[in-house]
């Protein structure tokens, strides 16, 4: 008897440590797959900034331009 409730106990040790080892991998792709749509919104925020950037160079030459013209 005590040889197989140590062995059950063991076993339901066991158990609770693969639920929390899977319960704490399903939070580390949660994790991950956050940081990747982050660090894309970053990326694509940055591709935003640089276009903004270039457009307000031309537009500021276009002004410097008709102010040449006028």
């Given at each position: ?55 307000n160079?031309?537009l ?11």
């Amino acid at each position: 008897n005590d040889t197989q409730r140590q062995l059950s106990q063991e076993q339901n040790a066991k158990i609770m440590q693969d639920e929390i080892l899977n319960n704490h991998f399903c939070k580390q792709k949660k994790l991950e797959t956050a940081l990747k749509k982050m660090n894309s919104e970053i990326s694509h925020s940055h591709e935003k900034e640089k276009d903004l950037l270039h457009k307000n160079c031309m537009l500021e030459n276009e002004i410097a331009r008709l102010k040449l013209e006028i």
